[in-house]
């Protein structure tokens, strides 16, 4: 059961992150937030089937963070959180970085538990490997 419900959380990501980055197409610095996005909908693919390592989403997860981090002195504290979704257009400057900083701080937290997931995953299996019969007389 916790794998289908871990197979179908990477799957509402995936789509999630991928309209995500179709939408920031019509954004005046595309490239970096498609690059963001997609880098997210791609590790969440990749989970989907359990390809990930754990350093690509933890990396992805550091970078979005310190992105925010940077982003968060702006908007923290100056623009009400109901304000951002009062209209889908930019209302100012402020509104559209409190969305980018969200964004991005939902990147970090769904790419760590990505990485703490996989690298349960690998630990376990390095772990199995070692214990797992050879072949040679010895269980």
Known sequence: MRR???????????LLFTA???????????????AVYGAAALMSGLELRRWVRPLYPALLAATALVWAATIAPRVVGIVPFGEMFAEFEMKNLQVEESREMYGLLIVAVWMTVVAIVAWRRSKHLRTSHREAPTGRGDL
């Open 4 to 14: 289908a419900a871990w197979t179908a959380a990477n799957a509402v990501m995936l």
């Open 20 to 34: 995500s980055a179709l939408l920031q197409f019509n954004d005046p610095d595309p490239v970096s937030w498609v």
